[in-house]
């Protein structure tokens, strides 16, 4: 279908476009007209991938100068795979349609651990093995010492890359990771890195969130990407999580253990360096002295997207003359190193800011700050000129001298909390020195600052406004669609009464309520005696499923639930979970449907969908509150409040409330697809907590459905799955939430059209 | 830390918890009760590398690494002596050099290389610098000032914020009380139906809440529109001197190896001007003159193409 988005003529590669899915074309046409930042919700199963892909190539397409590429950041391999999928199609309607050869590359980029075809390499299981056998093979200094000695061990698509892979670039087209594989197997050539150097002139990339917002890992692959592009965040919905992830720093007794061997390897290295080669040493000397005038050129120029862990007036300035030579730098890291371990050395807990702790550290072992702001820096030159060939060995010290970059540059957004113990095991002494971030919009905003347009998206986004507060940035369009419906295919219950009246609520006071567990108990058992096929229901916490559990047990309402379907249980464990997840599915298969009991915030509640019969009731047994007790977050939360004017309560809601909706939408992944989705607390039906959940859903939150006993539940649910159960063909939908070229130019629909999109 | 033991009496912290580990000023460890048994007359030998130690200097061990304790002793010793700051010298690069010298004595102290030289070394220092070491002595560096600044705002905010969710509290309780008088009194007078009453009274509290949520938002200001802080001693820093030699013109040389070239001005009347095109009137609005272009030509035609050799 070719259509005409104000004046844009879009290639959509189905004969049928939703009305949301015009609307949001439209909305992100705006957005990138105005070159700004936009925050889009639509709901999930509604097209959103494609909608974004045929609108921003188009628009590559139509102004090749003003937007040069397409960023597309997901979360797992299966979703960047997908992506993938969705654009391949796109391509090949477009030659179809224009008999033209497609001349866009479009790639995606994963870790080495996916692309690598080494034979011994890639044998290996884990990520950071494959990562450190790669750089002992690869490494600059390395290949340079094959010169003299050719009997070292080398890997030959890396060398052949090298040799050929530059002067030519890929071919046009659309490449998945098994595609790069094959044509690095082809050519001879190491996919990753071929991968890695082709985004530099790629139109599209597809890859995960880390590369863009780690600031580890963005420095290395994504910070020589153009300025003229465009930015798409998908499933942003925890984007905030993952920022203030990337940028926190967790120190334990065994992190320095580790790191005071590296620190002895270091002085030992240096020391033989020093008797045979100490040219080398002094040649860093004189650099250092110089300073680091070659990254301030390339900041200064514009070439670089800039890194929050290392700040400007590092490269404004030479390296500190007491950490200079190399002797000296080992002596200051060995004197922060037993600093923090005797930091570590507490009884009790201690939260300070990073002035307290500068303050401290000053007094006790005479660091002063800016050389601790040169560590991270002065560290990797170190590792560089000692030519050290086992980086992952050094992670630890890596890490330690990125905490003293970071708690010396920002004297805000941060805490340090030292804790001696866990919670969970308060007689265990296990110190941990959390050094954690509280403010997103730290690493997030080189992204903003640099790419033109950032677009954040996602089937939860509500409420459309706490985002662009917590990620501190001026959004110029934010809009939230709703799903057009030829029949009302979702209905979501809330669930606040037993039939013994008594309220159901997972609050903390009536947690361990024995008619609560009865009333939840009874109101699954009678769920599995009505819902055909899967059931999906979500706890709080694991904890909380395993005192449930345990009492259904003794109170024989799990026997009672078994004659009507089988029982799966989400763990901790990720094998277990994928075992139960693949039996589940295979039961559901067999006709009498199952019942997988899971957490939210888990596995499940994130990345796994339940299409059709897979999942046709969700039920959220409380409502999912992060353990409030955690001082990481609370300290999180007085930030929010002092800086950002959030209030605790409304963040907590807005938290719980994201996560419980990603739940429930779990079930309804399209619009031939029909789910209950039952909300199984009272305070649910609370103004507050309700406006929370995305608009889709309120939409269809009547009265009428709000605070019911089981029984009336049981009776509105019989009613929606008789009515569902009836046969849907696609004409049923025609004219009203699917359109066809013609339908979607007529007026009427036009003007129906310019009402979806519900501005905040 | 558990395997930590004195290296006299063999004791470790794994059987002995509140052993106390001390360290002196060679940097080497032994417990308390080996101190207590050993400089019983207040002076005495090291066990392991015979420096004549006082039991006074004896302190209780902070870290693992003995030879840390030694060194951060040394160092605190060392920046007493060596305290300029960084505005006592004219650039950047003279303060690093100075900051490495300093760690070069520290090591050397710390690692007993060359310790007698250094001493004198220190001791020349001191003799020469003891106005700026005086004067030093009280003053911070600006980084340490800094970081004082930072922490009393710290301070403050935490003081401030305390008191104000107190007042919030306090005012959001007594209105919550007013109100509930008020209604109870409506209830008690009033001929309106009670639902009438309850509803008004519902309006209210809405009401009421949304102006606290109101207030709540407005931030208070705490620094002057100079963007100097409220209540903040301003730190006096001189201001960088900068040396450096002006900038004095000098009029290039030129020789061209040629015949004279003729001034702008002759060419008109020396005929050259005949043969270039007039100016247009546009090319004269930027500054143009044929006579630019004509004196250009002419210093190429009459340059020499080869060096004079000797």
Known sequence: MKLNIEGLLVYFPYDYIYPEQYSYMLELKRTLDAKGHGVLEMPSGTGKTISLLSLIVAYQRAYPLEVTKLIYCSRTVPEIEKVVEELRKLMEFFSKETGEKNNFLALALSSRKNLCVHPEVSSLRFGKEVDGKCHSLTASYIRAQRHSNPSLPSCRFYEEFDALGRQVPLPAGVYNLDDLKDYGRRKGWCPYYLARYSILHANIIVYSYHYLLDPKIADLVSKELAKKSVVVFDEAHNIDNVCIDSMSVNITRRTLDRSQANVDTLQNTILKIKETDAAKLKEEYRRLVEGLKEATVARETDIYMSNPVLPDEILQEAVPGSIRTAEHFVGFMKRFLEYLKARLRIHHVVQESAPQFLKDIFEKVCIDRKPLRFCAERLRSLLRTLEITDIADFSAITLISNFATLVSTYSKGFTIIIEPFEDRTPTIANPVLHFSCMDPSIAIKPVFERFQSVIITSGTLSPLDIYPRILDFRPVTTASFTMTLARTCLCPLVVGRGNDQVAMTSKFETREDFAVIRNYGNLLLEMSAIVPDGIVAFFTSYIYMENIVASWYEQGILENVQRNKLIFIETPDAAETSMALEKYQEACENGRGAILLSVARGKVSEGIDFVHHFGRAVIMFGVPYVYTQSRILKARLEYLRDQFQIRENDFLTFDAMRHAAQCVGRAIRGKTDYGLMIFADKRYARADKRGKLPRWIQEHLTDGSLNLTIDETVQLSKHFLRQMAQPFRQEDQLGLSLLTLEQLESEEMLQRIAQIAHQA | ?310
């Open chain 2, 1 to 310: 830390m558990d395997d930590q033991g004195c290296p006299r009496c063999k004791t470790t912290k794994y059987r002995n918890p509140s052993l106390k580990l001390m360290v002196n000023v060679c940097g080497h460890t032994l417990c308390e009760s080996c101190v207590d048994m050993l400089f019983v007359r207040g002076s005495g030998n090291c066990v392991q590398c015979d420096t004549p130690l006082r039991k006074s200097n004896f302190r209780v061990q902070l870290f693992e690494d003995p030879t840390v304790d030694k060194e951060v002793e040394i160092r605190k010793k060392v920046l007493k002596i060596y305290n300029k700051r960084e505005f006592d010298f004219s650039s950047l690069r003279e303060y690093n050099d100075y900051l490495e010298e300093l760690e070069e004595i520290v090591y050397k102290l710390t690692n007993n290389i060359e310790v007698e030289r250094t001493k004198r070394i220190m001791e020349v220092y001191q003799r020469e610098n003891r106005d700026v070491i005086q004067k030093n002595k009280a003053k911070l560096t600006h980084e340490q000032e800094e970081l004082e600044e930072l922490l009393l705002l710290e301070q403050q905010e935490n003081e401030q914020r305390r008191l104000e969710t107190l007042q919030e509290e306090q005012r959001q309780l007594q209105a919550k009380r007013k109100s509930k008088q008020a209604l109870l009194d409506e209830l008690e007078r009033s001929h309106v139906p009670a639902t009438i009453l309850l509803a008004q009274h519902k309006d209210r509290a809405t009401q009421l809440e949304t102006q606290i949520e109101k207030q709540k938002q407005v931030v208070k200001t705490t620094i002057f529109s100079t963007g100097i802080p409220m209540g903040q001693t301003v730190s006096l820093q001189p201001v960088v001197r900068i040396m450096e030699a002006l900038y004095s013109y000098q009029p290039i040389d030129i020789h061209t190896y040629g015949p004279q070239v003729p001034d702008l001005d002759q060419l008109g009347r020396l005929g050259y001007l005949n043969h270039v095109r007039a100016a247009q009137p546009q090319d004269m609005a930027g500054g143009y003159s044929s006579g630019l272009a004509c004196h250009r030509a002419i210093q190429d035609a009459f340059s020499g193409l080869f060096l004079p050799l000797g």
